[in-house]
T-cell receptor, first 114, second 113 residues
């Protein structure tokens, strides 16, 4: 069965340092991968997606993610963290060759320390 | 362009009642999906509608149902509410296909007493 895992419930990073939020997935074919961010009392906001092509995907607010097929990972990264990046981050996977449902990870809470 | 809107934003019901939530997608978007978000289970997919047809369905009991109208607006209904149905219900719209980006509404916070 398809699944997506975010192994860290919480990540703490000092402001100005690089950040990484991890995501691994399990699907049978070639997945579509997404990252979303959720601020308190708000819906989810789209950050970036990988469909095909270049493994390095650039998105909103300076975020980027690298699709690694051999490691089945899609980690979210940012070179220099801002306090305003503090939020809940969700990785999601969609398998268009199977049931095409979108599956979300449990979420990772990112705390940027001033 | 207006974003995805959901009404009502907050709702309090008692066990056994039923509830209807509404979602208006972004203009031009034909697909609407619904999700349930709880602290324990995270984000769980309920169903997706496209051009008034249910295109996909998650693993929820039959008490959860939905529909989509010709103008792409969607409603979700939960009958015989249980305490465990308390959650944030999120609606998302996208243009049409699997590669498209989903845009989420602010959600409806349902509390069942």
């Amino acid at each position: 069965a398809q699944s997506v895992a975010q192994p860290e419930d919480q990540v703490n990073v000092a402001e100005g340092n690089p950040l990484t939020v991890k995501c691994t997935y399990s699907v049978s074919g070639n997945p579509y991968l997404f990252w979303y961010v959720q601020y308190p009392n708000r819906g989810l906001q789209f950050l970036l997606k990988y469909i095909t092509g270049d493994n390095l995907v650039k998105g909103s607010y300076g975020f980027e993610a690298e699709f690694n097929k051999s490691q089945t990972s899609f980690h979210l990264k940012k070179p220099s963290a801002l306090v305003s990046d503090s939020a809940l981050y969700f990785c999601a996977v969609r398998d268009p060759n199977r049931d095409d449902k979108i599956i979300f990870g449990k979420g990772t809470r990112l705390h940027i320390l001033p | 362009k207006a974003g995805v809107t959901q009404t009502p934003r907050y709702l309090i019901k008692t066990r056994g009642q039923q509830v209807t939530l509404s979602c208006s997608p972004i203009s031009g978007h034909r697909s609407v999906s619904w999700y349930q978000q709880t602290p324990g289970q995270g984000l769980q997919f309920l169903f997706e509608y496209f051009s008034e047809t249910q295109r996909n369905k998650g693993n929820f009991p039959g008490r959860f149902s939905g529909r989509q109208f010709s103008n792409s607006r969607s409603e979700m209904n939960v009958s015989t509410l249980e305490l465990g149905d308390s959650a944030l219900y999120l609606c998302a719209s996208m243009v049409a296909g699997s590669t498209d980006t989903q845009y989420f509404g602010p959600g409806t916070r349902l509390t069942v007493l």
